[in-house]
């Protein structure tokens, strides 16, 4: 019976435990991390990359994720490069 009570306890506090640092790494992880990524990619790429439209659908992207055809078009993907301009 003890042993069914301490198993009761140990089972009870560990699940409080386990709970507790998800919600700390959940809390430190949003506000940590989000923050650090949006401020490193101008940082690590220096001045921000020309945004461009594809020609197909209209999405922006920046120059350097863009495809061109041979009459120097952007696109964004190889399928709507293959499907050219609408
Ligand atoms: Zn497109």
Redesign the pocket.
Known sequence: MKYLLVLIVVGVALAWLSIGRRRHIGGRGGRGDAPRARHDKPARGGPPAPMIA?V??G?HLPQTEALFDAAGRP???EA?CLAGPR
Do not use: P, R
Request: aromatic content about 12%; hydrophobic content about 25%.
């Open positions: 594809c197909h659908c999405v696109f964004c993907s709507h």
